[in-house]
């Protein structure tokens, strides 16, 4: 493996197990705070590079130990880069409608606070525009929810279409959806928007 073959000739120096991101006193700090704890581990984050370049994350956890009858600080080293895509993927399910792909309440919520925070400061003006289904229960009743559930996929999509990239869809319940348009010049901007996407309901969409 990568980190054997960085690290096979042990015992090295522990400061050598820490990549060029973390100063000489942060790492001293970690090794007293180690040193301190006793039985306890102290991790961190850190990056180690392939033989390729490409660079990927370890944790390294430090913890007291014994070598040939002395008192040293070991560490153990794990390649985090599977956990990453792990925590990144899991965020992204949090944050996102798992049956049309786009942004759900919880990112929707956490976009529009960074949205009026900013333009606020800059004055910029944005628009949020809130799309109902209306009897979109009796397609549900009638043909059973795998047509409903299509359904909501062919209207989310169908709306995706129309949108450009200052122009964000949200689904918030089982028929609401929400558009967040930033970077707007004027009202007649979100209006233009609504006109647009009526017009291309009139068309049958299943």
């Known amino acids: 493996c990568d980190l054997c073959e960085k690290y096979n000739n042990f015992p090295k120096k522990i400061t050598d197990l820490i990549s060029d991101n973390y100063s000489e006193k942060a790492i001293k700090d970690l090794l007293s705070k180690t040193i301190e704890i006793k039985e306890k581990t102290i991790n961190l984050k850190s990056f180690y590079k392939r033989k390729d370049n490409t660079i990927y994350p370890v944790e390294i956890y430090f913890f007291l130990s014994k070598y040939q009858k002395n008192k040293v600080i070991a560490a153990i080293i794990i390649d985090a880069t599977q956990k990453d895509k792990n925590e990144e993927f899991m965020q992204y399910l949090s944050q996102h409608d798992n049956l049309t792909g ?48 299509e359904f909501i996929k062919l209207f989310s999509q169908k709306i995706k279409n129309e949108l450009n990239n200052k122009q964000t869809l949200y689904r918030i319940s089982g028929d609401e959806f929400i558009i967040v348009y930033e970077e707007m010049e004027n009202k007649k901007e979100i209006e233009k928007l609504a006109a647009k996407l009526i017009n291309s309901f009139k068309k049958k969409t299943i």
Do not use: C, M
Not at 108 to 136: C, P, T
């Open 102 to 149: 786009v942004g759900n309440r919880l990112l929707l919520n956490e976009n529009l606070l960074k949205i009026s925070k900013e333009y606020k400061k800059s004055g910029q003006q944005y628009a949020v525009l809130y799309i109902d289904l209306d009897r979109f229960k009796l397609i549900n009743d009638t043909f059973g929810h795998l047509i409903g559930d």
